[in-house]
């Protein structure tokens, strides 16, 4: 049975979404710590490894609210264009040689990207009622689309950063969304239903909007005390203590609304037992990408600083090297795709995959850490196969955890609060990513051997108690057939 035509729409739409993430991002950390001279930032990598952990979680921890925007007043397509567009906004910011327009290009590629993330991937669970296995390889096969674009945007804006001019990059990245917004425009009419939102009374409506206006309202007002307290000497916050508590703020609000969902959300108990296994699923997550994450800050540094970039007689740039997991996932991920529908009921549970994807993460860390041994004794030059054996493992792990949790969501979550729920997918991703900007901050007062062997540890553990506990995660699960 083919796939509906709506999944190339939003193939396409989050290929070009992902080019301009990806392709910035390739150059976020090596702009903010490059010299002054050279069109940079001059940061160390203590503070530009801060800057990078908040943007990137923040990028990921809006999906929540994004999500219950487009449950709530919007819906989810109207959501995933209105994000595309002031994720465009926000690239061409950047495209200007000031700090100002740089941070303002971050603050707006972050709301965007809360809008159209969480809600392009709940209009994919739509398109298959259905759901089953055939689900499973429909976001599979998105996922590869991910990754194309995030294999062009480092190749493309990369080189134009790194060879050419900074902001030329930077720029690349918003004619990529643009691309990605006029497509899917004209493909609308292929998602039908999907993602659109449900009627609702009009005292609801009018209700969600004061909730909106309230919010929006108290964070300007936070944000307003908190400039003028450390404008007076009253607040003395430096950016790794604004990461450290951001990070604390993510632990409690997903602690918070798990437990008002369990509590208060009128849920039935085999509701409650998935709810869960979200849970469960989301502290997994959050570890797998405070490691996985580490590629563009840690690695992306470890690539221009310690790794031999000569390649037949050409300095390739070290954001290249960004490329690597999307390649891997490119050819890997109809492989995998296949596996798991040809598998049938031989397929690894849920927590057994998460559980390899853990496993394999902690062996590319083992990997980068004995490579990080002879870059310490030889200094620079060590050879790229160190990174690029990393990034193979890697991508073994990422395709175990991240497209089945994914799909994983859209099947557990109450059918009235899929939004949301991927919203909270993505905070685990945001809380991976800041706390991979925190220990990339480690990056020049750390032993590598030392940094890198830490976050290997952890993951082996964390993968180890998965497969222990599996059978029992997936008795709170119960039968998904059909769904």
Not at 141 to 170: E, R, S, T
Not at 394 to 418: A, N, Y
Request: glycine share 14%.
């Amino acid at each position: 049975m083919p796939h509906p035509r709506g999944l190339t729409v939003l193939f396409f739409t989050e290929m070009w979404e992902r080019f301009s993430y990806y392709g910035m991002r390739a150059l976020l950390m090596l702009f903010m710590v490059g010299a002054i001279e050279t069109g940079g930032l001059g940061m160390n990598a203590e503070t530009g490894a801060a800057v990078y952990g908040l943007y990137t979680a923040l990028v990921y921890l809006l999906a929540l609210p994004g999500g219950w925007i487009a449950d709530r007043l919007i819906g989810q397509q109207r959501a995933v264009f209105i994000g595309g567009a002031v994720i465009a906004a926000g690239h061409f910011s950047m495209a200007f040689p000031l700090q100002e327009t740089f941070f303002l290009g971050l603050a707006l590629i972050v709301i965007g990207t809360g809008l159209l993330k969480p809600n392009v991937s709940a209009i994919v669970g739509d398109l298959y009622p259905e759901g089953g296995a055939r689900r499973d390889a429909g976001f599979s096969i998105f996922y590869m689309g991910i990754n194309v674009g995030a294999f062009l945007g480092p190749l493309i804006c990369g080189y134009l950063g790194q060879k050419v001019d900074w902001h030329l990059g930077f720029s690349a990245a918003g004619f990529g969304m643009v691309l990605g917004l006029v497509q899917y425009r004209m493909g609308l009419k292929h998602l039908g239903d999907a993602g659109t939102i449900k009627e609702h009374e009009p005292e609801m409506y009018a209700r969600d909007m004061r909730t909106l206006y309230n919010s929006l309202g108290g964070l300007a007002a936070l944000a307003v005390a908190i400039y003028l307290l450390q404008s007076g000497g009253l607040l003395h916050l430096s950016l790794q203590g604004v990461a450290q508590a951001t990070g604390v703020i993510i632990v409690s609000l997903a602690i918070a609304y798990f437990a008002y969902i369990l509590l208060f959300g009128h849920l039935q108990a085999f509701e409650k037992k998935r709810v869960m296994v979200i849970f469960i699923l989301f502290v997994g997550a959050a570890l797998f990408w405070s490691g996985f994450e580490q590629a563009g800050s840690s690695f992306n540094l470890f690539a221009e600083r310690l790794t031999d970039l000569n390649m037949l007689g050409w300095d390739v740039p070290a954001s290249w090297f960004q490329m690597i997991p999307a390649l891997n996932i490119i050819v890997l991920a109809p492989v995998f795709a296949w596996l798991w529908v040809w598998l049938a009921h031989r397929e690894p549970s849920i927590p057994t995959k998460f559980g390899l994807g853990l496993l394999f993460l902690g062996g590319g860390f083992f990997v980068i850490a004995w490579g990080a041994t002879y870059a310490a004794k030889s200094g620079p030059g060590v050879s790229p196969m160190w990174l690029i054996s990393t990034y193979l493992l890697h991508t073994f792990g990422e395709l175990c955890l991240s497209p089945v949790g994914l799909s994983s969501v859209t099947k557990l979550s109450p059918k009235r609060l899929v939004g949301q729920m991927m919203g909270v997918w993505f905070m685990g991703a945001a809380l991976g990513n800041l706390i991979a900007g925190l220990l990339a901050g480690r990056f020049e007062t750390l032993p590598l051997p030392e940094l890198f062997g830490s976050i290997m540890l952890i993951s082996l553990t964390a993968g180890l108690l998965f497969l222990i506990f599996s059978k029992g995660i997936q008795k709170l699960i119960g039968d998904l057939k059909g769904e």
